[in-house]
């Protein structure tokens, strides 16, 4: 009798483990669940709703359709977008193969205390962006004493005011995003490097490749992944910089917006001028299209496997 | 060796050194300002030129005498909130990540395609929503403010997805045979496995804690409740000015994270990486 119970018991027991198992994974994901409804869907529901809402004064907000998105396309949203998308567009176009050729000539025994570089070039990643927008502001200040005035004479180019024309506003940014992020995507790519098998550079220096001809055939190919990967953070980064922007010139809104970014016309419009209708327009455009790359990248890299477990 | 051999390694060191140097100039030029009158910098821009008898670390004084030693508030308020926040963080997300990783189950792989989603959409769209739910919480100008719209990071559920799924799952199954529970397994058996990962994310956090700016200045309000980004920022205003203690504050607040930095390299270099490999 006493042993059919010890029987029963651990019955009962090893299906409670199981249901146990069952339920774990539930358990151990709930805050991320939780999280999503109150940090992620919340807010965007909310900001969709007050894209399609006008606020006048103190009365409660009035449904308004696509009026905000209408109001959207004016000069200023056309610059920030503009702005955006070419600084974007132009740190993508270093921040890509510059990085992979630097891995390389790290990786390739030639450099002399490599490790030592390595750190140094990732030290400008932990700075805030207050203190590295310092250096950027001043060094490209428009004395014609100032650093990068000073190294641009040196080319017999005039002394420029860096910051107060749309074009090297520009090149001002970029420069500050290349400086910023070049070792993490060296780090990144060395990482990736360790995985490109051995044996196929020497197979290739057995049949007389170049080095030109094996970065091409066999190391871009071996890190497409992380070049995918390093592709998609430089465009999420590029069209959510905001704070580069802003350090450098000490607020949101800039003289003739030649500094204006998407999200600094979100900052301005929400925080500045109370227009939250068309700060919320401005914000689900920009979604959608953060949303769109997302999932051609998704479907270019399928992260979550077929064969992932 | 052979000269061409010595030819290309003066070479591919050259230019590794001149990138090396561009990434340190403006720790150097900063620092090296910082022993001169803000104003200075202000007025003439940063110059390649050192007059060292002028120097003298007056600025550096500011740091305990400025409005009471507002500086000293700005460091405690970042050192709790990256406190919270890391802490905070590394436990919800390796929670998350090593259950994505561990088990199978139904909207096992909707849930990581929802976090792939957050992890790519940027923040900075939903500061506004965000303010919105902050301020209906009554949490503006509260260390909780800042840190709740973070508190389950997406980066680090992937990371420690990643790093969970390579760990063998023979270490749960023999947990499973001793008695323990589905949580004792992680507490006791897997998370001192993950340490590495742990150390990876703590520096990784940290880092993104203590240079935030754009959150922290839409949700601290007052002076006193600052941290040290948008305290400084605060300085550049033209109501705030104070380019002195800019200078020498701007210097110390990079302290810590690079101290961190040095005495961690490999580890943080290489978790880095490991985030990156498997994308």
Redesign the interface.
Known sequence: MSKQTDIQKKGTKKAGKIRMIKLAPYIFTAPFVIYFLLFFIYPITDTIKTSMSQQVGFAPPKFSGFANYKLLIDDYFIMATQNSAIYTFFTCLILIPLPLLLAVLLDSKFVVRSELFKSALFIPALTSVVMAGLFFKYAFSSNPNALMNAFVGVFGIPPQGWLEKRTTTWIVLVLFCVWKWLGVNIVYYLSALQMVSKDLYEAAMIDGATAWERFIHITVPGVKPTIIYVLTISIYGGFSMFAEAFTLFNSARTPGDIGATIVSYIYAQGFNRNNFGIASAAGIVLLAGVLIINIIQLRITDPVGKNND | MNKK?IG??V???L???I??V??????F??FISSFKPGSE?????????FDFENYSLVNYGLINTERDGIYKKWYVNSIVIMILQVGTGLF?SS??G???A????KG??T????????M??????????????INALKLIDTYAGVI??F??PATG?FFFRQFA?GLPTEIMESG?IDGC???GI?FKLMMPIMLPAYGAMTILLA?GS??S??WPM?VLRTSEMQT??IG??SL??PYGNNYDL??SG??M??LP??II??LN?KTF??G???G????
């Open positions: 051999k290309l390694t070479l591919a060191t230019i590794i050194a990138f090396a561009i990434a340190l100039m403006p720790f030029f900063l910098m202000i007025r003439n821009g940063l110059q390649f030129k919800f929670l998350v090593y259950g994505l561990k088990y199978r189950f096992r792989n849930m990581f395609i929802l976090v792939l989603m957050v790519m959409v940027p923040v900075e769209i939903l500061i506004l929503p965000l303010y919105k739910e709740l719209p508190i389950v559920i799924s499973r529970g589905e949580f992680f880092m203590w240079n700016m754009v839409i040290l980004p400084l920022q550049l205003t800019l200078l701007a210097v607040s990079v994270i690079l930095f040095l390299q270099i290489a880095m990486a490991a990156s490999v498997k994308g």
